[in-house]
């Protein structure tokens, strides 16, 4: 399992409040989407906080994990506020995680590229229980129902119980959401594009 799993874990964990995170089931009633974006340079994988510069040409992956069976959508809105579906993609399949799956997106090893048009932007990752097409995945992006995003845990110390990240970076970058009462979760990270 590596780091970024093991963290991911632990952010769906404790978003999940009451509920209980034991060897990837959970016992929760309503579900929780998580997600940590990543920017590569080099080979090198940093976490992306929300509200971070970047520029033209860097490259970015998802990696998302939920505490129940979901379909898994990625939409980027431009700085125009455009909406494009990133995953699925074209003719591809639908994804589809199970329960404590960690899923990098897009899932054939590739990377997300940001083009050469700059402005405000933002990745959303939509989970839900029935799939949906491209319409209703947008609709409920624009209905912004879903802007119930909780935070990680703090930092806490390694003889304290609870949540450890390395660093504050990675506490900024992992963000969870719980399921609506309508099977969906929905978590939005925006960015500046220069």
């Not at 970024?4 to 999940?16: D, P």
């Not at 090893?109 to 940001?114: A, K, N, R, V």
């Amino acid at each position: 399992m590596t780091r970024r799993t093991v963290l991911l874990a632990l952010c769906l964990s404790a978003c999940a409040g009451n509920s209980t995170w034991n060897a990837g089931k959970s016992t929760d009633l309503q579900g929780v989407v998580g997600l940590l974006m990543q920017q590569t340079d080099g080979g090198r994988h940093q976490p992306i906080p929300a509200g971070r510069t970047l520029h033209s040409g860097d490259r970015l992956n998802i990696v998302a994990q939920v505490t129940q069976p979901a379909f898994l959508y990625v939409v980027q809105e431009t700085g125009n506020h455009a909406l494009s579906m990133l995953v699925p993609g074209g003719d591809a399949p639908l994804i589809k995680a199970e329960l404590g799956q960690v899923l990098n997106l897009p899932s054939d090893g590739t990377w997300f590229q940001l083009d050469q048009q700059t402005g405000e932007e933002s990745l959303y990752l939509v989970a839900s229980e029935q799939s949906l097409d491209a319409s209703s995945v947008f609709h409920l992006i624009r209905s912004d129902a879903f802007e119930r995003v909780r935070d990680p845990p703090p930092i806490v110390g390694p003889k304290d119980r609870g949540i450890r990240f390395r660093t504050p970076e990675e506490r900024a970058a992992a963000r969870c959401a719980p399921f609506s009462a309508k099977g969906t979760g929905v978590l939005r990270l925006s960015y500046r594009h220069e």
